[in-house]
């Protein structure tokens, strides 16, 4: 079974700083997508970045980065020049190319962003 | 493209009555998926659907549970007999093909009293 633990059950950075928000996973398969989702107090679920896993290259989107590890099997996200907007529930989710292509979420880190 | 639509935002019934829930997900879609959420927890797979096909059910979805999707279109998730403890967040998500994206619905948010 898919497991995805994140450690940090809540974070919090000063505007315009750099917060990385940490996540490891369990797998024997070897073809996956790793996420993170953001969810504000909305509660609607946003697509931040996905990660291929046969893709070594770490994937960027503007100030959202990516440390894949996969020996290690971690998935750390890293948020560049922090804004208020940031401020949210972060999961961190694991998808398997097969099999449904279902999501397995971890528990969320809860980021906020102070002014 | 309006994205995924969820109907009702919020239900609040008493506990024994049945609910129905509707997502249309986002048109061409054929995949389409059932999370449920409590608060401060992540999304757990309740099951999917390939266009009209019912094609897996999470064990988390007890026989109250029934979900449908007749037309390989909008869906429906039934809950009868509600009890206290299906309090949560309902998600409805959808996708276009295979190992493309996964896009999600506002939810609906279930209060059973």
């Known amino acids: 079974a898919q497991t995805v633990t994140q450690s940090q059950p809540e974070m919090s950075v000063q505007e315009a700083e750099t917060v990385t928000l940490s996540c490891t996973y369990d797998?024997?398969?070897?073809?996956?997508?790793l996420f993170w989702y953001k969810q504000p107090p909305s509660r609607q679920m946003i697509l931040v970045i996905r990660q291929e896993a046969y893709k070594q290259q770490n994937a960027t989107e503007n100030r959202f980065s990516v440390n894949f590890q996969k020996a290690a099997k971690s998935f750390s996200l890293k948020i560049s020049d922090s804004q208020l907007g940031d401020t949210a529930m972060y999961f961190c989710a694991f998808q398997l190319m097969e099999y449904g292509n279902k999501l397995v979420f971890g528990a969320g880190t809860i980021l906020r962003v102070k002014s | 493209d309006t994205g995924v639509s969820q109907d009702p935002r919020h239900k609040i019934t008493k506990r024994g009555q049945n609910v129905t829930f509707r997502c249309d997900p986002i048109?061409?879609?054929?995949?389409l998926y059932w999370y449920r959420q409590t608060l401060g927890q992540g999304p757990e797979f309740l099951t999917y659907f390939q266009n009209e096909a019912q094609l897996e059910k999470s064990r988390l979805l007890s026989d109250r549970f029934s979900a449908e999707r007749p037309k390989g279109s909008f869906s429906t998730l039934e809950i009868q007999r509600t009890e206290q403890g299906d309090s949560a967040m309902y998600l409805c998500?959808?996708?276009?093909?295979?190992?493309?994206?996964?896009?999600f619905g506002s939810g609906t948010q279930l209060s059973v009293l």
């Open positions: 998500a959808s996708m276009g093909s295979p190992n493309e994206k996964l896009f």
């Open positions: 797998t024997s398969e070897s073809n996956y997508y």
């Open positions: 048109s061409e879609h054929n995949r």
